[in-house]
């Protein structure tokens, strides 16, 4: 059978049930186990086993050392603040609670290796045992010594001992400049898509088919594999999403054969998603709970996709004043922007030919002095004009927010565009407390 893991020191049953729980894993659990070898054999000194996150390591490893019952202790470095910590949790795990006070308080290097070869010569266990130390590259922030003591640690203390290092970081990355014993490196490479697409749909729903799941599987990994290959973080939004998925089922909407509907019901639930996969900005059930609100609050509030963008105080005036020069005729600057601007007659003013809105027509460019005369008096004159005005509009041209036109050569003159629409700048406004609405030609 392919796939399956072999070894003659173990239960054939043992490895196929292994087999069973390390899917698309078998040729690194394969390669894994040769090296570890059988259970009385001593075993290579240290393993360095590496590979990007969530890529199956600890669990490979792990699931190896449990089903096969070889003692083992894991120690993650993150967790150890001191050499001490470390060194009690390795004699706690391998010799139990009774022997840890055999080391002094802050024990050196020297002492956990005397108090390990003490408790060696007491015990007649003749398995290998392991030593396995996640975030291995924290290692190299500890004393000079720690690092090349646990890759030849079996020498040291004289035992059938091998040590495991779990890192992302490349073994070229640890190697001190003053050499060190080497250890056997092991890659596990990134999973592809169908690989995640099988791993993922082994969590299959208990209420619903499995074909259902999977097909909710490919979906998001359809939407999502390619920002995120993370295998944790697509768990984690398959569950966030999948009851979402299933709505139209439980309202007996959409027959579970209709893949189509129940798709086109999630795209633009996952699409929303994926501005916060890896910022997770909020926790899950805070997200959870603003989905709730927003559809409870009915329409969005005009700043979908730009939701994110946060503009200081005046480049929010600088964008209004753009979606004015842009939207309003360059004549009725006067009427709305100079306070007494004496008698224009409203007849002259509005043109009834040219009350085409001039929102059907897009926006208009406009030169940079218009720009800034109209921001002056939106802001009521209260900034000078100084040079961080003009990097917040190339800020806001960088945003895409304005666009600038003509060529890079007429430096004296350019003309921007404003590209935000009526609904953006109206939340734009709301925001600093300005009623756009009434300084706009087409609503008067
Ligand atoms: N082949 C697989 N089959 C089933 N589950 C898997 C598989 N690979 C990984 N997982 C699951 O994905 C999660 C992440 O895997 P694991 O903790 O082994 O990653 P890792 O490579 O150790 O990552 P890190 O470097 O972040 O520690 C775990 O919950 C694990 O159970
Ligand atoms: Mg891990």
Redesign the pocket.
Known sequence: MPGQIQHPGYEEEKLLRVSKL????DVQAGRLLALMGEPEQYSYPSIFIY?H????????LHTLLNELELPYATVSCVECLSLGLLFQKIILSLFGSDCVPLLPRSPSLSDFVRVYKQLCVQSTAKQTKYIVL?RADLLRDMEANILPAFLRLQELVEDNVTVVL?S?IVWEKFRPNTGCFEPLLLH?PDYSKDELQQ?MC?DSHPSYTSELYSAFINILLGVFYSVCRD??EL?HLAALNFFKFIEPLEKDEVKESDIHRLWRNIEPHLKKAMQTVYLREVSSVQWEQQQMAEKEAGALRGLSAHAHVELPYYSKFLLIAAYLASYNPARTDKRFFVKHHGKIKKNNFLKKHEKTSNHLLGPKPFPLDRLLAVFYSVVDSRVAPTASVFSQISSLVTLQLLSQLGHDDQLDAPKYKCAVSLDFIQAISRTVSFDIVKYLYDFL
């Open positions: 390390l899917p698309c894993r590979g996150r969530a890529t199956g390591k600890s669990h490979v996640d779990l992302e596990f791993i082994e295998l944790r768990r």
